[in-house]
């Protein structure tokens, strides 16, 4: 079974489309984290919910949505896609949020390229 | 400013041998730090977690030291495989909640 699940793979698409990414984990996690890869694999982090809640939002344009409708599901949507938002979007989750030392597990992640 | 930095881009050697990455920091202060290996085209994988009360772990052929005076990490594998050959990733506990921020990674080759 696996852990923390992403669609699609992959996604090609054209600038300005909207387009959404969807996570599931069934790991009874109550954290997911939302994570891009650019092109020199520098991983960084853009969202997280706990239990639903919105607990770090970082510095992403606000093109980018994240949607939690349960602890088990965290899905990104982003509106009128840029070049620049070409990479890898990875998936995370983890136990629970504000104690030290949780583990992330992270999904397969969901390739993103923009023409 | 905030950095974290890894040795090299890449690392080369030969199997047999030990390997040790290096992570670096400035202007953070960590509780922890966690170690992850990432694949080509996968999703990175926990290997360890080290607390800043916390000197040594370790976990199998895995060793991590954390010197929080020198703001420095090293991860160790000894006996190393050519199936150790992937990107190693530090990541540093940096804010509230439990917010990671990810090094720049260092890719291992392993050789026979």
């Known amino acids: 079974d696996t852990a923390v699940s992403q669609t699609p793979k992959y996604l090609v698409t054209q600038m300005g489309n909207d387009k959404s990414i969807k996570c599931e984990q069934n790991?009874?996690?109550?954290?997911m984290y939302w994570y891009k890869q650019d092109s020199k694999k520098f991983l960084k982090i853009m969202f997280s919910y706990n239990n639903k809640e919105l607990i770090i939002n970082e510095t992403v344009p606000n093109r980018f949505s994240p949607k939690s409708p349960d602890k088990a599901h965290l899905n990104l949507h982003i509106n009128s896609l840029e070049l620049g938002d070409s990479a890898v979007y990875f998936c995370?989750?983890?136990?629970?949020?504000?104690?030290?030392?949780?583990?992330?597990?992270f999904g397969p992640g969901t390739r993103l390229t923009v023409l | 400013s905030q950095k974290i930095e890894q040795n090299s881009e890449a690392l080369n050697i030969q199997e047999g041998k030990t390997a040790t990455l290096t992570c670096n920091y400035t202007?953070?202060?960590?509780?922890?730090l966690q170690w992850y290996r990432q694949d080509p085209g996968r999703g990175p994988v926990f290997l360890l977690l080290?607390?800043?009360?916390?000197k040594e772990k370790r976990k199998e052929r895995l060793k991590v030291t954390f010197d929080t005076t020198l703001k420095q990490s090293l991860f160790h594998i000894t006996a190393s495989q050519p199936a150790d050959s992937a990107t190693y990733l530090c990541a540093l506990h940096t804010g509230t909640a439990s917010k990671l921020t990810f090094g720049t990674g260092t890719r291992l080759q392993v050789t026979l």
């Open positions: 202007n953070y202060s960590p509780a922890y």
């Open positions: 080290i607390r800043e009360n916390e």
């Open positions: 995370a989750s983890s136990q629970v949020a504000g104690v030290s030392g949780n583990e992330q597990f």
């Open positions: 790991l009874g996690h109550d954290t």
